[in-house]
């Protein structure tokens, strides 16, 4: 027998192992958990802030991203929603937030509602760079003075994109600047459907910046004056079992938020339904 063949006893061990592996793989895949960047059900949350956040938790969401307006909110409001969710098993992954709130003068106050709300990122929206690449390499130097601020808190910074970043400028994406010259700690929280609009491959972006892509907001798009961002999820052209593998294997993925602009339905029954069709398209 040469030898690095296996003895009947030693196979049989090995493959006794082999679904314990298998399984632990599956659970660690599965563990990823998935929430809702509450922009989706906007109108509703601002009739019934207490409600919408129990509703959704009810839904199945694990966890969820809160938009602007969480930053006025006082600091006894704040503790009260922290403790909604606390009652619920919900987590808040990130929020939201404006380019102001990142301005000197408002990032103390959105870094202490951040640890209020037990979130992990505080994610910059979206930017007003000033014309050219110069502009956006301002914007990263904004972030980075951001992250320097809210690590020392355990909190770090994030920025999310649009078809803006996708799109190129004088021949080169403005993400790409931003990718380069912000820190490792930065997150590039992805969107996809706005990826996708603008001509990019959100799977070759992933695989390009691994481990950044800590986050995703899982919104489709489809061509079309009629169907846009207004498609419900999975009914887009995204390729999402390609998303998912790469921002698993690759991306560095930390949790998934469900995003929708609008749809043909309720917000609350599009959130619902696009729940259901993330749990079957990702297990």
Known sequence: MAPTSLTRRSFLALSATL?????????????IPVGLELYSVRHQLQQDLDGTVLAVAKMGYQGVEFYAPYFDWSENQTKQIRKLLDDQGVRCFSTHNSFEYFAPENLQKARDRNLILGSKYVVMSSSKPKPGLDGWKEVAGILNSAADTLEPARLKAGYHNHELE?????????????AKNTKPSIMLQLDVGTCIEAGSD???????????IRSLHCKDWAPGDSKGYTVLFGEGVADWKAIFAAAESAGGVEYYLVEQEGSRFSEMDTARMCLQTFRKMRG
């Open 166 to 178: 996708f799109t190129p400028l004088d021949g080169t994406r403005p993400i790409e600047i931003l």
């Open 19 to 31: 679904p314990l592996a298998l399984k632990a793989h599956a659970y660690a895949s599965a563990s």
């Open 202 to 212: 959100p799977v070759a972006w992933i695989k390009a910046n691994p481990g950044r």
